[in-house]
């Protein structure tokens, strides 16, 4: 009887060091790793390219040329508007700061070629002789904006956004009346940088670690440039024109960008 004893005792001994030894030797797995937040926090660079429509409204008010129609004609032929479009492209840089899960704070600053000019020629009627005309004409090849932007997240890696701040513009226009009777004409130009104000809104998505893409569109008001012209003939010292032009501009553009520290 106690030698089955021992031996009962030395079975149960045996399987129990051998699953001992085999629980040891079993492998502990790693937890698993916890998944990446993604996050629009940090600097970026990019660049744009895109559509640009522009409106010149242009107003001349004349004094000094006598009464009757003809002051009438003449500012009715310098009132209009120009219309000119053109491809805009350009380079950008800024800052989102992730505040929840579904807001993004940020600023950006560009700058881009803008292939925006145009002229006007009207014929001054009557009581004007034939030949007398009107002519304007405008040109902007840069546009510049500081902005804010604001963003809502419909989905981690999807941003649309509303955005406003500054604008600047190097604006050229230039104004001549020519009046057939006598060969004078009056003529000024302006040729400044333009400080203005724009808005607009756009959508981005985030891919690929790093880069987004972007499209948005820009409203942008540049302001007014008041300027005078004076009579070449020195009999016709006392006929002034005064010249406004007042420059908007629409922008649609697409855009990369690249953001450093993105994940």
């Known amino acids: 009887m106690m030698k089955k004893l021992m ?46 429509w522009a409106t010149d409204d242009t107003t001349w008010t004349s004094a000094g040329f006598g009464g009757g129609a003809f002051p009438v ?26 505040v929840s899960p579904f807001a993004v704070l940020g600023a950006e600053a560009d700058i881009a070629y803008t292939d925006l000019s145009a002229s006007r020629l009207v014929a001054i009627a009557p009581p004007a002789v034939p030949g007398t005309t009107a ?28 955005t406003g701040g500054v604008a600047f513009a190097q604006v050229k226009t230039a104004d001549v009346a020519f009046f057939a009777a006598d ?22 998505w985030a891919f690929l670690g790093a880069w987004s893409v972007k499209a948005e569109y820009l409203y942008v008001d540049l302001g007014r440039a008041t300027y005078t012209s004076l009579n070449n003939f020195p009999a016709n010292a006392g006929a002034v024109i005064t010249h406004d032009h007042r420059l908007t501009e629409n922008i649609a553009r697409v855009g990369l960008n690249y953001q450093f520290g993105w994940r």
């Open 183 to 204: 060969g004078s004409s009056n003529a000024a130009a302006s040729d400044t940088t333009r400080t203005g104000w724009t808005a607009g809104g756009g959508v981005e």
């Open 7 to 52: 031996v009962a005792a030395s079975l149960c001994f045996a399987a129990v060091t051998a699953n001992a030894a085999d629980m040891a030797v079993r492998p502990v797995k790693a937890p698993a790793p916890a998944a990446a937040v993604f996050s629009w926090t940090g600097f970026y660079i990019g660049a744009n390219v895109g559509g640009a």
């Open 73 to 98: 004609v003449l500012d009715a032929a310098g009132t209009g508007g120009i219309n000119t479009s053109g491809v805009t492209a350009g380079g950008q840089i800024g800052f989102n700061y992730q």
């Open 135 to 162: 002519a304007s004409s405008i040109s902007s090849r840069w546009l510049a904006t500081v902005r804010g932007r604001l963003g809502f997240l419909p989905a981690p890696n999807v941003m649309l956004y509303g």
